[in-house]
């Protein structure tokens, strides 16, 4: 069993819409809890920090469940700009990324 | 600042060539890694950091050598290349474990 498993996608969804993003973790001692985007052929780039109370940044509102080892990312009001793969990490002592669930937003 | 910085961007190797990748930072990061990155694969941990003299192997170490004698320095050695490490490989250092990471732009390596 991978350590972190995500949504396969991918998500195709019009500008404005809502979509969800679940990810499942394994390691119940992880400590630390990411949602990464990654461009096409980029570098993958920090979203947002995932902690246990839940926490909003703009239109992105992630949630972490210990109990149920389970994290997800809500994207309201989807843009144009939103369309890229979005990883789920946990940690530590190292980074260890999902697969990945790409997004393509369309207008 | 630079941040991460790899060379080189891209490589060509032939099957049984030796080469190294390298990665610099310039944020003064105890904590740095390298990840391949394969489609439909994800980003899969090569080897490790936390801090100048200590490594440890990540989830897919075979083939791969490192080595950290400096904070700012964690080069990735292809000991004997196979085209199955035809990939992207990306480099990424932290301030510590489990804190954000920045990554360099990776390093396409194709093995033939």
């Known amino acids: 069993r991978k350590e972190v498993e995500q949504d396969p996608g991918p998500f195709n969804v019009p500008e404005g819409a809502t979509v969800a993003f679940n990810c499942t973790y394994s390691?119940?001692?992880?400590?630390?809890f990411f949602w990464y985007r990654q461009d096409c052929r980029k570098e993958p780039k920090l979203l947002m920090s995932?902690?246990?109370s839940g926490n909003e940044d703009g239109r992105f509102t992630a949630q972490l469940n210990r109990a149920s080892q389970y994290i997800s990312l809500l994207i309201r009001d989807s843009k144009l700009s939103d369309s890229a793969t979005y990883l789920c990490v946990v940690a530590p002592p190292a980074l260890i990324f999902g697969k990945g669930t790409t997004l393509s937003v369309s207008s | 600042n630079a941040g991460v910085t790899q060379t080189p961007k891209f490589q060509v190797l032939k099957t049984g060539q030796s080469m190294t990748l390298q990665c610099a930072q310039d944020m003064n990061h105890e904590y740095m890694s390298w990840y391949r990155q394969d489609p439909g694969m994800g980003l899969r941990l090569i080897h490790y950091?936390?801090?100048?003299?200590?490594?440890d192997q990540g989830e897919v170490p075979n083939g791969y050598n490192v080595s950290r004698s400096t904070t700012e320095d964690f080069p990735l050695r292809l000991l004997s290349a196979a085209p199955s490490q035809t990939s992207v490989y990306f480099c990424?250092?932290?301030?510590?474990?489990?804190?954000?990471?920045?990554f360099g732009q990776g390093t396409r390596l194709t093995v033939v």
């Open positions: 950091s936390v801090g100048a003299g200590i490594t």
């Open positions: 390691n119940s001692a992880s400590q630390s």
């Open positions: 990424a250092s932290s301030s510590g474990t489990g804190l954000e990471a920045f």
């Open positions: 995932v902690y246990s």
